[in-house]
């Protein structure tokens, strides 16, 4: 059931000098606005397509092949992790979907060898699908 879940992030507790320091992180408006902004670039981009894909975690096989390609520092990186991690075909596209959606929230038309490894940390530790 685990495998069914894009983004696996394991919380550490917080040390108290980050809880009681006065540095302020993004604001919740701020984060709202750059969500808002992501989910809109998503609904242009498939705009023009008719079988029901809004977002990117609705891409199928062709709409990733189309939307998520990667220049060649990034066919590096992922063929890496394919190897090293022993990833599926649905990892694979799990993490494309996943680094378009990190690129996309960046305000990034290409994704970029930072949102494949940004995504592929987001992978369960110990997971081979």
């Known amino acids: 059931m685990?495998?069914?879940i894009d983004i696996h992030i394991e919380v550490?507790?917080?040390d108290f000098?980050?809880?009681s320091d006065n540095r302020r992180g993004e604001s919740s408006n701020d984060i709202r606005?750059?969500?808002?902004?992501?989910?809109q670039k998503q609904r242009e981009r498939f705009a023009e397509l008719k079988n029901g894909v809004m977002t990117n975690a609705d891409m199928r096989v062709a709409e990733v092949r189309q939307f998520c390609e990667l220049d060649?520092?990034?066919?590096t990186l992922v063929k890496a992790a394919m190897t090293q991690l022993q990833l599926s075909a649905r990892a694979y596209h799990r993490i494309l979907k996943l680094a378009r959606t990190i690129a996309d929230l960046a305000g990034e038309e290409?994704?970029?060898s930072a949102h494949l490894a940004e995504a592929l940390q987001y992978r369960p530790k110990g997971m081979m699908v």
């Open 17 to 19: 000098e980050k809880l």
């Open 12 to 14: 550490p507790r917080v």
């Open 2 to 4: 685990l495998d069914r």
């Open 33 to 39: 606005a750059r969500v808002e902004k992501a989910r």
């Open 72 to 75: 060649a520092e990034g066919q």
């Open 110 to 112: 290409d994704i970029q």
